[in-house]
T-cell receptor, first 114, second 115 residues
């Protein structure tokens, strides 16, 4: 069974600094997709970034970037120049090609200190 | 684009009654929708996957007779919590699979309180 593990229940960072959230996953598949979702206090799930496993290049979206290590089955999220609005729960998620459902990690609660 | 509207955002009901939660895709056709339950400070737990025009596929341990899912059109899926009890109190979120790009969009969630 596919599993996603986020080993950091909570993280905090000073405003304007950089923070990295870790995520590992377990799969025997070669074709899959990885996602990071943000859930702010409003509880609306917001897509932060996605990565196709066949792409070697790490995905980036403005201040958000990933370090995708396929062999190590690792998919960490780096947030640069942290802002107060980045405070949220962050969930790593995985989906195999051809499947429908997402498998979520346990989440990491990120606090931004002003 | 690709907005999913979920209603109601909050509902309080008496024990033993049924509650219906709606999830509508506003600007796209949602062939597949998902229903999640989220406990406080926990991750999303998939309850079921619904495909338009067919029966929902429930995850192991989810009571299909208690959580009725209907996906009769390409823009509407509903979750009905039947004979609700206080232990059904939770945050329920719907999600739709976006066509062609393997992404997902989520509703804003429904906080159900059963008293």
């Amino acid at each position: 069974a596919q599993t996603v593990t986020q080993s950091q229940p909570e993280m905090s960072v000073q405003e304007a600094e950089t923070v990295t959230l870790s995520c590992t996953y377990d799969t025997s598949e070669s074709d899959y997709y990885l996602f990071w979702y943000k859930q702010p206090p409003s509880r609306q799930m917001i897509l932060v970034i996605r990565q196709e496993a066949y792409k070697q290049q790490n995905a980036t979206e403005n201040r958000f970037s990933v370090n995708f290590q396929k062999a190590a089955k690792s998919f960490s999220l780096k947030i640069s120049d942290s802002q107060l609005g980045d405070a949220a729960m962050y969930f790593c998620a995985y989906r195999i090609q051809g499947a429908q459902k997402l498998v979520f990690g346990q989440g990491t609660r990120l606090t931004i200190n002003p | 684009g690709a907005v999913v509207s979920q209603h109601p955002s909050r509902v309080i009901c008496k024990s033993g009654t049924s509650v219906k939660i709606e999830c509508r895709s506003l600007d796209f056709q949602a062939t597949t929708m998902f229903w999640y339950r989220q406990f406080p400070k926990k991750s999303l737990m998939l309850m079921a996957t619904s495909n338009e025009g067919s029966k929902a596929t429930y995850e192991q341990g989810v009571e299909k007779d208690k959580f009725l899912i209907n996906h009769a059109s390409l823009t509407l899926s509903t979750l009905t919590v039947t004979s609700a009890h206080p232990e059904d109190s939770s945050f329920y979120i719907c999600s739709a699979s976006l066509p062609a790009n393997y992404g997902y969009t989520f509703g804003s969630g429904t906080r159900l309180t059963v008293v």
